[in-house]
Nanobody, 113 residues
């Protein structure tokens, strides 16, 4: 069974950094894009960033200049480097494969002083 597995979440103080990872089990990523979304309880899941197999990427406005998405196709892993984190970045972060429409289980990011 194919699964997406996220890791790297945690608690940091404002201005800190985290790197999230998303790996597949069972097969490689689809040829489509892989991306990150985030969700706060009671709110809809929101797009954060997406990267295509060609490594072309796009970002939500709030992520531009602070977050960087990358992928290692050989390792079937996608990363989200998050710098200068703010309290409003606190959310559950989910990996999504746009080709298979699979979601990961989520990893919690908390930014708090």
């Amino acid at each position: 069974q194919v699964r997406l597995v996220e890791s790297g979440g945690g608690t940091v103080t404002p201005g800190g950094s985290l790197r999230l990872s998303c790996s597949t089990s069972g097969r490689s990523f689809s040829v489509e894009a892989v991306g990150w979304f985030r969700q706060v309880p009671g709110q809809e899941r929101k797009f954060v960033a997406r990267i295509y197999r060609s490594k072309v990427a796009d970002y939500a406005d709030f992520a531009k200049g602070r977050f960087t998405i990358s992928r290692d196709n050989a390792k079937s892993t996608v990363y989200l480097q998050m710098n200068n984190l703010r309290p409003e970045d606190t959310a559950e972060y989910f990996c999504f494969d746009f080709g298979t429409m699979l979601w990961g289980q989520g990893t919690q990011v908390t930014v708090s002083s």
